[in-house]
């Protein structure tokens, strides 16, 4: 699922992207209401959480001008504000769910699964390249409309970066997520990358030196 997240608290911001990230999920954050809005305005996302105290234009205001501009977005609002006259107009803007600073970072997480299970959502249907897709609901990996099965770690390591295109997926990432935080050397992770390139039909994995890989969005 694409989500975007608008926290100005640059540590917070990162805890709940890399934690989303591990979830499987593609995260795009902003620390400030007026550059979301122009995002929203080329973009689509699945899924916003919103804090309600930033910059330029509030949480709140910009969930009211979304409605206003037709654009209706599942939202949850994170927020240390207690205000019940705040919290009343969230849900009458129309979020969804309201989570109060701080959190734990699994209760984001099973509200998260609560609006996916509400039909609010269409899953996500990634394109990787010009004939391979990837259908997260399912873990469902086609070349030309035909199922190409793949071992589970492998499968893993293709949706994180599917959910991260264009973005350089670091070594750290795929401990955590495709061999469940294991203590793996990098060259392991190397090796089960290069068997899933051999795998694949096509060479949508690229290895950027020293860093990671990363899987280009297509055009």
Known sequence: ??????????L??????????????????????ESVLHSLQENCFDLLILDINVPNIDGLTLLEMLQKNKIQIPTIFISAII???????????????????????????IRIDKILQSDYIPHSHLR???????????????????VQVL??????????????????????????????NMDVEIPTIRAEVNRLKKA??????INIRNMGYMIKRPV
């Open 128 to 146: 990787l390249s010009k004939n391979y897709s990837l259908d997260i609901e399912s873990s469902t990996l086609r070349f030309k409309g035909e």
């Open 1 to 10: 699922m694409k989500i975007l997240l608008l926290e100005d608290d640059l």
């Open 12 to 33: 917070l911001s990162e805890a709940i992207s890399k934690f989303l990230i591990i979830k499987g999920h593609a995260v795009q954050t902003f620390k400030d209401g």
């Open 83 to 109: 205000d019940i006259d705040d919290i009343s107009r969230a849900f009458t803007l129309g979020c969804h769910d309201y989570l109060k600073k701080p959190f734990h970072l699994k209760e984001l997480s």
């Open 151 to 180: 071992p589970a770690r492998q499968l893993k390591i293709l949706i994180l970066l599917a959910n991260n295109r264009s973005r350089v997926v670091d070594y750290a990432l795929f401990q955590e997520y495709a061999w469940d």
């Open 200 to 205: 694949l039909k096509e060479d949508i994995i």
